[in-house]
């Protein structure tokens, strides 16, 4: 990236950063269609094999239009090095398993996405990694007690996915960092438009990009980006994935021969070469167009959906409201130091009558459409309770945060008066 790119804003960055056409190409970033790249000798092939030169070899471990996005999202969070995945889910397994092992520990917010509460609580606990799942708003000294001799990376969210609470960034980077262990935060729900982990203390951020990153729905895709803040090195012992030569190339040790890339370049080289979850060129392509416009639709993201909470939480019908933009929300003064510009478009409140109002409310909306998803275009909306959670019993949905009449709306981009206009006639069916 240029060095005016570099200084540049997150709107601009948004726009420009990551593919910069030389005299005569593409003035849009090309899709690399190919699995596989061409060279001229087979010691050209073996470097890179070796990991002595640079280049493409096999799509599965790097494609130049999946290296461009990856970098505009590198740049849009202030990172060192990224990488894209074929989902969230991908991302988020790579970011803990490229330094967790069996027999490892890590230190989990409750307050998490269900699909990673379920793949840290139950797919990683088969491999013999265990995660402790702690309330989040316990104060530091609570917190501490978690913390254990194989404690190898802490995890939260920016902003959970579905229960909207707000993460206390310098409380868990003191945490992590007085253990010597690294913060891995998952920003999908803030963006780097709106949140820039790094800037608190995080180490790691993971993206599903399959949300505001993409905005339309269109492609599952997951990444992560390295802030290159983390010393491996200081605690070799423990994150000896890094710090020790890696049999399956030679004996190479990543620190020592990728400095601050080497986080990234192991997860890369190692866990998508053995793992495959890689993201299509295809996906990648429309993910930059998605990201083109991040910032310009978050903004608009985040203004209706204030509108919108602001007119639930004022409804009769409606028994409470979550939107950390409400003055009397319990995650208000968080949002305020840690997301300034807005948060994002999502919101969760509850009707009274609980689930059978709730499912009555959600039968009669004509614009919100009932779908799997979140943090697109259009309007929709998902009770937990009886879609995406409903594998948690009512005791983790708890813990979890997710009341059983907790509705997620998931606030468009549609005039703000057309989405409070169908949400008010639907409230009068119950
Ligand atoms: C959706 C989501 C995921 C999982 O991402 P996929 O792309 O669906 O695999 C992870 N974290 C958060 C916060 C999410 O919203």
Redesign the pocket.
Known sequence: MSEFLNKTSVETKCVQAGYTPQNGEPRELPIYQSTTFKYDSSDDMGALFDLEAEGYFYTRLQNPTNDAVASKICALEGGVAAMLT???????FYAVFNICEAGDHFIASSS??G??YNLFGVTMKKMGIECTFVDQTLPAEELEKYFKPNTKAVFG?T???PTVTVFDFEKFAGLAHAHGVPLIV?N??ATPVNCRPFEWGADIV??????YMDGHAVG???AIVDSGNFDWDAYGEKFHGLTTPDESYHGLTYTKKFGKGAYITKANVQLMRDFGAIQSPQNAFYLNVGLESLAVRMRQHCENAQKVAEYLSQHEKVAWVHYCGLEQDPYHELAKKYLPKGSCGVLSFGVKGGRDSAIRFMDHLKLAAIVTH??DAKTCLLHPASHTHRQLTDEQLMEAGVSPDLIRFSVGLEAAEDIIEDLRQALEQI
């Not at 074929?86 to 988020?92: F, P, V």
């Open positions: 074929s989902s969230g889910q991908a991302a988020n998490i996405y699909g990673t969210e902003i959970t996915n998952d999908t729900f993971t993206h599903s990009t399959t949300k599952v895709g997951g979140v943090a």
